[in-house]
């Protein structure tokens, strides 16, 4: 037998006894009296989590999940409190409470080794979050994430001065997504407080992709965002910039080669 053969060979017995005690999920798990929906599959030692943003849920990660699963990871999607198949929270809004009820998920999922987190938009802030708090983070790929401190009260009150003449509509539209986002859009304002006051570690390897055309709705908001995102990368050597070239705010629909390779370059820096 060829050496590399051998290798490989017993690269999968140790992948395979490594899952072997991994419960996973598929379906709903319970968060501290209600349900969240889980899924995890894949037998690797890695689990590479995905985040949806605000408003979505786990099926934006359709078409780069298979692939980063064929990596040989185990992957983890989840939708949020009143999104896609989960269960409303029956308590407040708050950003702590989402990024306690993802950490909830991955104990409920079995997940115990190392974790890269990927997380779209909105999403950045819950990851962010998990990230401070939980030394089983190995590396991020935020995908035109929010950042810490990039938006203030101030573009907080705007965002929501914006969106609450939709409410009526969303109501009457999409009754059950409207109780999810529009406590997510109120709380807005304590949200962007709360995040101005995270430090991530420099030493934690990240991937920042950014949109060549993002969310925002005015040039100074577009300009802020950059400024932030040029921030954020020069403050670690630890963290590399992507621009998804041709791509809108959704970059793991519109180009989501940027987004698998990045995931493949967090789990070369995650992974010993």
């Given at each position: 037998m060829k050496p590399w053969t051998l290798a490989g060979v017993m690269l999968a017995a140790w992948t395979a006894a490594s899952g072997a005690a991994f419960a996973g999920?598929?379906?709903?798990?319970?968060?501290?009296?209600?349900?969240?929906?889980?899924?995890?599959?894949?037998?690797?030692?890695?689990?590479?989590?995905?985040?949806?943003?605000?408003?979505?849920?786990?099926?934006?990660?359709?078409?780069?999940?298979?692939?980063?699963?064929?990596?040989?990871?185990?992957?983890l999607l989840y939708d949020r409190s009143g999104l896609g198949k989960s269960q409303l929270a029956p308590t407040p809004y708050s950003i702590e409470r989402e990024s306690q009820a993802l950490a909830t998920v991955l104990i409920r999922c079995g997940v115990t080794g190392p974790r890269v987190l990927v997380a779209h938009s909105y999403g950045g802030y819950i990851v962010e979050r998990l990230a401070v708090m939980d030394p089983k983070v190995k590396a991020l790929v935020l995908v035109d994430a929010n950042l810490p401190g990039m938006i203030d009260e101030a573009w907080a009150r705007r965002i929501q001065a914006r969106y609450r003449?939709?409410?009526?509509?969303?109501?009457?539209?999409?009754?059950?997504?409207?109780?999810?986002?529009?406590?997510?859009?109120?709380?807005?304002?304590?949200t962007a407080a709360s995040m101005g006051k995270i430090v991530?570690?420099?030493?934690?390897?990240?991937?920042?992709?950014?949109?060549?055309?993002?969310?925002?709705?005015?040039?100074?908001?577009?300009?802020?965002?950059?400024a932030t995102h040029s921030a954020f990368v020069a403050a670690s050597p630890r963290r590399k910039a992507v621009l998804a070239a041709g791509s809108g705010h959704n970059v793991m629909q519109d180009r989501p080669d940027v987004v698998i390779e990045a995931i493949r370059n967090a789990l070369a820096e995650a992974t010993p």
């Open positions: 999920c598929d379906g709903l798990v319970d968060v501290d009296g209600y349900g969240l929906w889980a899924r995890t599959r894949g037998a690797g030692q890695v689990t590479v989590v995905f985040e949806a943003g605000g408003g979505a849920n786990s099926s934006v990660w359709s078409e780069v999940e298979p692939q980063v699963r064929a990596m040989g990871v185990t992957t003449p939709q409410y009526p509509s969303l109501e009457a539209k999409a009754s059950d997504l409207a109780k999810a986002v529009i406590p997510m859009i109120e709380a807005y304002a304590d991530l570690p420099a030493s934690l390897p990240m991937v920042d992709i950014v949109a060549e055309t993002s969310w925002n709705e005015t040039p100074a908001e577009g300009e802020a965002m950059k």
